[in-house]
């Protein structure tokens, strides 16, 4: 592996060094990550003799190691395939859900254009920053 990336000190840190040190170490994590997804193909190519769709975990015992494989199935289908499901009629056997899930639009939309409807709806919902997203790219 390569070393590890030299950081600027907190006397000559600025925001071009910092943005080069988020380059250089997306680019580290990236090889990383290409290492890890090779070896773990390569053990599971050594242990697991079940075939590539099978699915649930298998643990192996090593000399030193417990390794636990699991293997899973996505599985998905687009609105015709839902509507053709849907019309089987299969009742309690129908393998669809219905997710209801918060309107993030829509909240927004009640919070900036109508605020006593937003303050009946806010008390019920639970409100937190997410992760700052930050892109950095080279301009040459």
């Known amino acids: 592996m390569n070393a590890p990336l030299k950081t600027a000190t907190l006397t000559n840190r600025t925001a071009e060094t910092v943005a080069s040190e988020i380059l250089a170490a997306r680019k580290a994590l990236a090889a990383a990550q290409a290492v ?8 599971t190519d050594m242990l697991d003799e079940r075939p590539a769709d099978a699915e ?3 643990t192996f015992n090593l000399d030193g190691f417990r390794v636990e494989v699991k293997r ?10 839902i509507d053709a499901i849907a019309a089987l009629k299969l009742g309690e056997l129908t393998p669809l859900k219905t ?3 918060l309107d993030q639009t829509g909240l927004k939309y009640l919070r900036n254009n109508e605020p006593a409807v937003y303050a009946r709806v806010a008390k019920f919902i639970e409100a937190k920053p997410a992760k700052v997203a930050v892109t950095v790219s ?3």
Not at 72 to 81: I, L
């Open 99 to 101: 997710k209801v899930e």
């Open 56 to 58: 649930g975990s298998k």
């Open 72 to 81: 899973a199935m996505n599985r998905k289908t687009d609105d015709k395939g």
């Open 138 to 140: 080279r301009i040459d």
């Open 36 to 43: 890890l997804d090779g070896l773990t193909s390569e053990i």
